[in-house]
């Protein structure tokens, strides 16, 4: 009894490396399949984008993603700390700028400021960071974290929510004009400005992630890194719908 215990343990440790790794493209389509997670289709988000937010929804939800966009420099700083290559680096490091600014480009944290203006938050208000929920604030930090703790690729694969990014921004500045025309149409440009720099961050993110995740056993790893940046997501429309039910 014993030795077929064994044998099935042996045959469960090896079944693994006998799996066939998927060619670069199945890999690729397999990550961009996990769209069908994506937040864009969270009720919250779907509720938004359809007319049907108070104003203290959508107050409630730029100020609570204004603690994302400030932790995204954090995630990528911590990503920059552990990759020892130079031309990775020289690359990825315009993602700080991006958000931080640089010379005369402001960046997007002061543009997401700027949405805030644009639907009623004070800087205060929003710099504060008093109205950001615990499940919020918890979900962000686990990213954070993650970053700063796993190897330099898991962290660039955990960003490829990118993939993704594009149309949430593009659906905002179609219907949030025609369904809020009390926010001021200025305070949009973020989602205007995220559109092109996607293609330029996918790119970078894709090449290393198929680049790094070779074997069947590291794809499924880095699907799993993506469900966990997706879950990441999901949780803070839950957190926010919670705080803000009207």
């Known amino acids: 009894m014993n030795t077929l215990n064994e044998s099935r343990d042996i045959a469960r440790d090896i079944a693994p490396s006998l799996t066939v790794a998927w060619t670069r493209e199945k890999f690729e389509a397999q990550l961009r399949a996990k769209g069908a997670a994506y937040h864009i289709h969270h ?40 990759c020892p290559y130079r031309e990775v680096r020289r690359g990825w490091v315009r993602r700080i700028l991006d958000h931080d600014g640089y010379d005369r480009d402001q960046g997007g944290i002061e543009a997401w400021a700027q949405l805030g203006d644009a639907v009623g938050l004070t800087r205060d208000e929003l710099w504060s960071l008093r109205h950001v929920a615990p499940g919020v604030r918890f979900a962000v ?32 500045l179609s219907t949030w004009p025609q369904h ?14 995220r559109i092109p720099l996607a293609q330029r961050d ?36 839950d957190s926010i719908e919670k705080a803000f039910p009207t």
């Open 141 to 172: 930090d686990a990213y954070v974290n993650f970053a700063r703790r796993a190897p330099w690729q898991e962290a660039v694969c955990s960003s490829l929510t990118e993939l993704f990014a594009p149309q949430i921004h593009r659906d905002r």
């Open 180 to 193: 809020y025309p009390w926010i001021d149409p200025a305070g949009l440009a973020y989602f205007r400005s």
């Open 43 to 82: 009720p919250f988000n779907v509720k938004m984008n359809s007319g049907g937010c108070s104003r203290e929804q959508i107050r409630g939800w730029v100020a609570n993603r204004f603690y994302y966009q400030i932790s995204i420099p954090l995630k990528d700083a911590a990503i920059l700390s552990n």
């Open 202 to 237: 996918v790119d970078e993110g894709l090449t290393v992630t198929l680049d790094y995740f070779t074997t069947r056993t590291q794809q499924e790893r880095a699907l799993e890194i993506l469900q966990f940046k997706l879950d990441i997501l999901w949780t803070m429309l």
